[in-house]
C-alpha cells in the first residue's frame, strides 16, 4: 500500500537543522516494512508534529492505524490529508481502501470516482477502482478498470498482475496462466509473475511445473523458454556399450595414452625407438661382442627371442595392474572392466611395431633377407596377441584380489625370460624334456619366430594351432570371469 | 507423478569391507539394507542421509556399476547413468582430446563425440585453451570442461551427485542454470544432496537412507 509517496519537494529553510524528509520518514517506513504497525503510528505521529506539509505523515499514518484496526482515526487523518494535499492522490486512494476495510463500499466508490476525475493519471487510482469493483461483485467494471490501466499505463506491472489476479479470483485457471505469462513476457524480472504462476499450476495439481516456474524466478525467463520439455535430448546413451564402441573405445584410449606418454618427454616419440635399440645394444654387446659364445649367427637368434619376449614382459607387467588403477574412472562410468588391460595389450602392440621393424632392419643387414615365409609372421603375431591378452587380462582380473600378487609379477617374467629360450638354443636341452618344454607357450611362441626368420621355413602348423586352441580356451574362461565380476571389481579395488 | 516405473529395487543391500584379510576375520560396513522403491518416469528423486549413509553408493548401484549384495535391481528398460565429471581425464592431453575421450567414456559414439566437440567447447568457454594440455588449467577450467562434456548427455535416468559447484561463479551459475533445466525436462533424476533448499526447489520425492542403514556388522 506504500503507493504515492512522492513529497512535495519543499527545500528546508536556510538554518533547518532538521532531517530531510525523505530520510526522516525512513524510519517509519522501517517499522511499517516489518509489519510493527503500532510503532509506525507512533512513529507517523512524531513525524507529523515535526513535518506537518508533507502528505506522508497523514497518508501513511492511516495506514497504520488501519491496520491497527483504528478506523475512525484513520479516516479523520485521510479526510484531513485530502484538504491538504488536492493534488496528491493518495488521500482519495487510501480513504477507498479504508472505506472499503470498513464495508462502506458507497463511500469507497464515491472517492475513487473524485479520484479517477482528479488524477486520471495515476496508476493506482485505476487498479483500486477496480479492486473495489470486484469487492462488490461487479466483474465487468472491475476487468474496464483494469484494462484502462493497462492501456494507459503498459510499463505498470501491478496492471497487469491485477489482470491474472482477477482470473484467478474467478476461478478461471487457463486464463490466469496465460496472463501471467503475459506478464512474465513484459516484465522478466517481476517475481509475481512466476510466484503467482507456480500457484495457478499448484491449484491444478500440476506440481513439477510449479516448481519449474519458482525455478526460472531464479534463473529468468530465457531459461523457462529454453528448458520447454519438448527439447529434444542431446545424446541419448546406449543401455550397453556395443561391441563396435567398446572396441573403438579401447582404439581411441590406446591411441591417446601413446600421445600423452610421449607428451611427457623431449624427445617425445623418438623414445619408442631409443629404448628398444639401447636395450638390444646392451644385449648385443654382451653376448654377442664382450661373451663371443653361441658362435655364429648367436646375435640374431638372441634378438629373434628377445623382441618377442620383451613385448609379452611389457605388455604383461603394464596390464596387470590396470583394474587396481582404474579404479577412480571405474567408480564414475559403467564399463567393461576388460577395457583395462585391452588398453594396455593395445598400446604396447603400438609401440612394439616399431620395435618389429627395426628388428627386420637388423635381420636384413646381419644377412637375412626378408623370404615369402615372413607372411607366417602374420598369424604368429597373431597368436602372441590372444596370448597377451589372455595372460595379461587374467592377471588383472586377480590381482585386485590379491594385491601381493603384482610383487610376484615380475619375478615370474624374470623365470620366463630363462624359461623360453631366449639366450640357449632348442638342442642345448635333452630329447625328454623337449616337449616339456614346448608346453611353455612362450618359448613355443619364440620358437616359431626363429624358424621363420632365421632358419626360413614355414612355423610348426600343429604347434601354432594347439596354442591358439589353448590361448582361446583361456581368454574365454577369462572373459567369462570377467562377466561375473563385472560388478564386483569397483568395490574390491576399493576396500 | 504417477507415470511408468522405470527403476525397482527390491530389498536392495550393500557392504564394504572394512578390514580383514588372511588372518583377520573380516569386518563389514553395512551402507544400507531392504531398501525397496520403485523410479517412476520423469520425477526427480532426492536421496538424503548423513556421510556414509550409502547415498553415493545406492547412484552407483542404480548405474548399474556396482552391483549389489543382497536384494536386486530391475531395470524396466530405460538407460541410465551416473554425471560423472572430467571421467578419464588425461593432464597431457589438450582439452579437445580429453573431451572427445571423456564423451566417449560416458557413452558417446565417437561419431556423437566429434559432433559435439564444437558445442562442448563454447559451452566450457574455455576458446583457445581448448588445444593446450590439461595441465596447464586452473582446476575451475577442468570442472568447465568436465561439466561441458557430460552436459550434453541425455539418459532416460540421470544419476547426480552433488556435483553441481563447478568453476567461478559465473560458470557455476550457468551450469546449475542448465542442470536444473536438464532436471526439469522429461528426463528422470536421482539427485543427491546435503542442501535442504535444493532438495526443496529440485525434488519430488526424498528417500532418506539414514533411517535405513549405516550400521557397522561382523
Not at chain 1, 5 to 22: F, V
Not at chain 1, 322 to 348: C, D, K, W, Y
Not at chain 2, 155 to 161: E, K, Q
Amino acid at each position: 500500500m506504500a503507493e504515492s509517496l512522492s513529497p512535495t519537494p519543499s527545500p528546508p529553510p536556510e538554518h533547518d537543522r532538521r532531517l530531510a524528509p525523505r530520510d526522516a520518514f525512513q524510519w517509519a517506513f522501517d517499522a511499517q516494512a516489518a509489519r510493527q504497525w503500532q510503532q509506525a503510528a507512533r512513529r507517523w505521529a512524531t513525524l507529523r508534529a515535526v513535518y506537518p506539509d508533507h502528505p506522508p505523515v497523514w497518508i501513511q499514518a492511516a495506514v497504520a492505524l488501519r491496520e491497527l484496526g483504528s478506523h475512525d482515526e484513520a479516516r479523520h487523518l485521510l479526510a484531513e490529508a485530502r484538504a491538504r494535499f488536492e493534488t496528491h492522490p493518495g488521500g482519495w486512494v487510501q480513504g477507498a481502501n479504508t472505506a472499503l476495510a470498513d464495508g462502506d463500499t458507497a463511500l469507497a466508490a464515491r472517492l475513487l470516482e473524485e479520484a479517477r476525475q482528479r488524477f486520471p493519471d495515476d496508476p493506482p487510482v485505476w487498479v483500486r477502482s477496480a479492486h473495489l469493483a470486484l469487492a462488490t461483485g461487479d466483474r465487468e467494471g472491475a476487468l474496464r478498470f483494469n484494462r484502462h490501466a493497462r492501456d494507459a499505463f503498459p510499463e505498470w506491472a501491478p496492471a497487469f498482475d491485477q489482470h491474472a489476479e482477477l482470473a484467478m479470483a474467478a476461478g478461471d485457471w487457463d486464463s490466469a496462466r496465460q496472463r501471467w505469462a503475459e506478464v512474465r513476457r513484459r516484465f522478466p524480472d517481476h517475481p509475481p509473475g512466476y510466484r503467482r504462476a507456480a500457484e495457478v499450476e499448484e491449484r491444478q495439481g500440476r506440481h513439477r511445473e510449479a516448481r519449474r516456474l519458482r525455478l526460472a524466478e531464479e534463473h529468468g525467463l530465457d531459461w523457462l523458454e529454453e528448458s520447454d520439455p519438448a527439447e529434444p535430448p542431446a545424446v541419448a546413451p546406449p543401455r550397453r556399450r556395443d561391441g563396435r564402441n567398446f572396441i573403438d573405445l579401447v582404439w581411441t584410449k590406446a591411441r591417446l595414452n601413446l600421445k600423452s606418454e610421449a607428451n611427457r618427454n623431449h624427445l617425445r616419440y623418438l623414445w619408442w625407438v631409443i629404448d628398444p635399440l639401447s636395450y638390444m645394444a646392451v644385449f648385443y654387446v654382451v653376448f654377442g661382442l664382450l661373451l663371443n659364445r653361441g658362435g655364429e649367427g648367436f646375435v640374431a637368434y638372441l634378438l629373434t627371442g628377445l623382441v618377442p619376449f620383451q613385448w609379452f614382459a611389457k605388455t604383461v607387467q603394464h596390464a596387470s595392474n590396470t583394474i587396481v588403477e582404474g579404479r577412480g574412472l571405474m567408480n564414475q562410468v559403467r564399463i567393461s572392466p576388460l577395457f583395462f588391460p585391452l588398453v594396455a595389450v593395445v598400446q604396447n602392440a603400438g609401440k612394439q611395431t616399431l620395435v618389429f621393424l627395426m628388428l627386420a632392419v637388423f635381420l636384413l643387414l646381419y644377412g637375412l633377407a626378408p623370404t615369402v615365409h615372413w607372411l607366417a609372421l602374420v598369424p604368429v603375431v597373431l597368436v602372441q596377441l590372444l596370448l597377451m591378452v589372455g595372460v595379461g587380462c587374467g592377471l588383472a582380473m586377480i590381482i585386485p584380489f590379491v594385491r601381493d600378487l603384482i610383487n610376484l609379477v615380475p619375478t615370474g617374467l624374470q623365470f620366463l625370460l630363462f624359461a623360453s629360450g631366449v639366450f640357449y638354443t632348442l638342442d642345448t636341452i635333452p630329447e625328454r624334456w623337449r616337449d616339456l618344454f614346448m608346453v611353455n607357450p612362450l618359448a613355443n611362441l619364440l620358437h616359431q619366430y626363429r624358424l621363420i626368420l632365421l632358419d626360413h621355413q614355414w612355423p610348426d602348423w600343429s604347434q601354432l594351432g594347439w596354442l591358439t586352441l589353448g590361448c582361446v580356451i583361456g581368454l574365454v574362461v577369462v572373459i567369462l570371469a570377467y562377466r561375473r565380476l563385472e560388478g564386483v571389481f569397483p568395490r574390491v579395488v576399493v576396500e | 507423478m504417477n507415470g511408468q516405473i522405470v527403476l525397482s529395487a527390491r530389498d536392495l543391500g550393500v557392504r564394504y569391507k572394512r578390514r580383514g584379510g588372511l588372518f583377520r576375520p573380516p569386518r563389514y560396513h553395512q551402507a544400507f539394507r531392504g531398501l525397496t522403491f520403485d523410479l517412476y518416469q520423469g520425477e526427480t528423486l532426492a536421496l538424503t542421509g548423513r556421510n556414509g549413509a550409502g547415498k553415493s553408493t545406492l547412484l552407483k548401484v542404480l548405474a548399474g556399476i556396482l552391483r549389489p549384495d543382497e536384494g536386486r535391481l530391475i531395470n524396466h528398460g530405460v538407460t541410465v547413468s551416473l554425471l560423472s565429471l572430467q571421467a578419464g581425464f588425461d593432464p597431457e592431453l589438450p582439452g579437445t582430446d580429453n573431451a572427445l575421450l571423456s564423451a566417449m567414456l560416458l557413452g558417446y559414439t565417437r561419431a556423437q563425440a566429434r559432433a559435439s566437440l564444437s558445442r562442448i567447447a563454447a559451452f566450457s568457454e574455455l576458446g583457445a585453451f581448448m588445444d593446450e594440455p590439461v595441465k596447464t588449467y586452473s582446476s575451475g577450467m577442468r570442472a568447465r570442461l568436465g561439466f561441458s562434456v557430460a552436459m550434453f548427455l541425455s539418459p532416460d535416468v540421470l544419476l547426480i551427485d552433488e556435483a553441481l559447484a563447478v568453476g567461478d561463479r559465473s560458470f557455476r551459475e550457468k551450469a546449475e542454470r542448465e542442470m536444473n533445466k536438464k532436471i526439469h525436462s522429461l528426463q528422470t533424476v536421482v539427485l543427491v544432496s546435503h542442501s535442504e533448499s535444493q532438495i526443496e526447489k529440485l525434488a519430488d520425492r526424498v528417500i532418506d537412507l539414514q533411517s535405513l542403514g549405516g550400521r557397522h556388522v561382523l
